[in-house]
């Protein structure tokens, strides 16, 4: 048996939408399924040629297919209801009681990468709590869930039955995304919850309900600090991730994402206090749109990493997905720039270390 690749070059999850995805999946014009199945399968084979032409070892379909990276979850339960703010932009709220819908909506994402690539696969869930901030609201929720907590844990079925799926269908890591968790190393977003650390260990916890027992596949959670804000023009987040460290170690998975490029992500030496058997996901490659890290800059923040952890432990990735939100305006060709930048300083320190 091969001995796995050090320093593995890996991606978060979205890609940038060219024009021509993005009409496709807000229906600009709307085809019928055997034409546009045509059109996003080539599409995503494009997005699959781009990432293997780089050198990327674990890659996703860009999560060309879905309107919105958490709206997946109205693919997979009824009980939501589906707009578009002013700016057309894709809202989901839940109105009624979750009820399955098209079990497998993500595993079939990945049964088509199985037939076209012979790369490792990552794919991408959302977390139930986040899925609680961004879809429940008293008004219009409130009949069918009182509480939100009520909304997170139907949530927790939905997810651990596509996570399951996910897995038999071939995927090699799922990965379940949770910028909310990731919150609460900000002090400011800690003031407003009266008790933030049971909020932190109630999300922990409905991961764990999700990916707990469930094996025959990598886990993974990023934590992501919203640096897609750094696409989309929002605030982002400061503050070390000490104060969720106790939680983190709660988690039930083998491997954590974590951004590192910005200066308010905090020390490296953090990694001192999680569990030794955790693979790191290294956010080592900016994704500010604009700024494009050199090879050696990457190999750099992943020398820093490493007076703290094993190389066997690393995986190299960018700090967050290339598009958050389906309104993030991002280039394509400078996304793949980045992606060629990483693979070649996994390179360099493959040669370095190995």
């Known amino acids: 048996m091969s001995k796995p690749k050090l320093f593995p070059a890996s991606v978060v999850g979205s890609l940038p939408r060219p024009a021509f995805v993005l009409d496709l999946i807000n229906d600009r014009p709307p085809l019928a399924p055997e034409p546009y199945a045509h059109a996003m399968g080539a599409a995503i084979r494009y997005a699959i040629a781009l990432q293997e032409h780089a050198g990327i070892d674990v890659i996703t379909d860009g999560e060309w297919g879905r309107k919105s990276y958490i709206g997946v979850i109205a693919e997979l339960a009824h009980g939501f209801d589906v707009g578009a703010l002013p700016d057309g932009r894709p809202f989901t709220l839940v109105s009624d009681r979750l009820a399955p819908k098209h079990p497998g909506f993500i595993a079939r994402e990945v049964t088509f990468l199985k037939a076209i690539t012979s790369r490792q696969i990552k794919s991408t869930l959302p977390s139930p709590a986040l899925l609680g901030e961004r879809m429940w609201s008293a008004e219009k929720s409130g009949k069918a869930y009182p509480r939100r907590e009520d909304f997170v844990r139907a949530c927790v079925p939905i997810l651990r039955r596509e996570l399951e799926l996910v897995r038999d269908a071939g995927a090699d890591i799922a990965q379940i995304d949770d910028p909310h968790l990731c919150l ?22 409905m991961i764990n309900e999700v990916v707990g027992g469930v094996s025959g596949i990598k886990i993974a959670v990023h934590l992501c600090r919203r640096a897609g804000g750094r696409a989309r023009g929002e ?88 598009a958050p939100g389906s309104g993030a305006v991002v280039s394509l060709d400078e996304a ?19």
């Open 184 to 205: 609460f190393v900000d002090p400011a977003v800690r003031a407003k919850y009266p008790d933030p650390d049971a909020a932190a260990a109630f999300a922990v916890d």
């Open 235 to 322: 605030a982002c987040h400061c503050g070390g991730y000490g104060p969720i460290i106790p939680f983190l170690n709660q988690l039930k998975v083998q491997q954590l994402t974590m951004e590192f490029t910005a200066p308010q992500a905090g020390d490296m030496a953090v990694f001192r206090e999680l569990r030794e058997d955790y693979e790191i996901g290294l956010g080592c490659v900016d994704v500010t749109p604009g700024c494009i890290d050199s090879a050696e800059t990457i190999a750099g923040r992943v020398r820093q990493a490493l007076q703290f952890l094993a190389p066997e432990r690393i995986t190299l990735n960018p700090d967050c997905g290339f």
């Open 336 to 354: 793949y720039r980045k992606l060629c930048h990483e693979a070649e300083a996994a390179q360099m320190l493959r040669a370095e270390f190995g």
